[in-house]
C-alpha cells in the first residue's frame, strides 16, 4: 500500500467487516486482531446476509471501533427492512450505509438520510444477483438521486457478481437511461462519500 503511494501518488485504506451471521464475540476478536494494523484501514462495515440480523446486535463492537478512530459504515437495507437504517443510524452512529435501497419505502427515513447527508453505496449487478430488483430497469438508484439521496456506484464483490466497478455504470446507466448530468452526479457523491480527505490528513500525520 505504502509502496503504491511513494511511486504512483495512489493512496488505498482498507474496510474491516464484521460477519453479522456469525456471533457478536466473533466481531469482537476480528477488531481485536485487526488493531495492529489499524493505520492501513478506515472503517468498519457489517457484511453478509442481513435476513433476522439486525445491526443493533453489533452495537457495543461498533462503539469500539468508533472509540479507535474508525468511521463505521454496515450493511443496512439491501434485504433488510428500513428498520434495519434506522437501527443503523441511531444505534450505531454510523458515517455512511452499504446499499439502504429500501430506505426508499419510508418517506421520513429518506428525509433523515438526506438531512445527515450520508452517502449510500449501491451495488446494481449484486442486488440483481441476490434478487433484490427483478430487472435493472426497476432498480432505484435514480429514484434516490431524485430524492436528493447521496447515491454512488459500487462493485461489490466483483468476482462473486460478475461485474467490476464499470460494469455497473454501463449497466445501470443503460438500463436506467441515466443522463450525463446523473453519471455526473453519482461520480462526484462517490468522491465525496470517500473520506478521501480524511486519508490525506492520515498519510500527513503517518508519514
Not at 457495543?60 to 459504515?73: I, K, N, P, S, T
Request: a negative charge; aromatic letters at 8%; hydrophobic letters at 40%.
Amino acid at each position: 500500500m505504502r509502496l503504491g503511494e511513494w511511486t504512483l501518488g495512489i493512496s488505498t485504506r482498507l474496510i474491516l467487516c464484521f460477519l453479522r451471521h456469525l456471533p457478536k464475540d466473533d466481531a469482537f476478536e476480528t477488531l481485536d486482531q485487526a488493531l495492529p494494523y489499524k493505520d492501513r484501514i478506515i472503517g468498519v462495515g457489517l457484511d453478509f446476509s442481513e435476513m433476522d440480523q439486525p445491526p443493533s446486535k453489533f452495537k457495543w463492537v461498533f462503539d469500539c471501533a468508533r472509540d479507535e478512530g474508525f468511521y463505521l459504515m454496515p450493511h443496512a437495507g439491501e434485504e433488510g427492512p428500513p428498520e434495519y437504517i434506522w437501527q443503523a443510524l441511531d444505534n450505531l452512529g454510523i458515517e455512511r450505509i452499504d446499499h439502504g435501497n429500501r430506505a426508499l419505502e419510508d418517506e421520513a427515513l429518506v428525509r433523515r438520510v438526506a438531512t445527515d447527508g450520508l452517502a449510500l453505496t449501491v451495488c446494481p449487478l449484486s442486488n440483481l444477483s441476490l434478487g433484490v430488483v427483478d430487472d435493472l430497469t426497476s432498480h432505484p438508484l435514480k429514484l434516490m438521486l431524485d430524492a436528493g439521496l447521496m447515491a454512488t456506484i459500487n462493485s461489490d464483490n466483483p468476482a462473486y457478481f460478475s461485474g467490476y466497478l464499470g460494469d455497473n455504470i454501463n449497466r445501470v446507466a443503460d438500463a436506467l437511461d441515466l443522463n450525463d448530468a446523473e453519471l455526473t452526479q453519482l461520480l462526484r457523491n462517490s468522491l465525496e462519500a470517500s473520506f478521501a480527505p480524511a486519508l490525506e490528513d492520515r498519510r500527513a500525520r503517518h508519514f
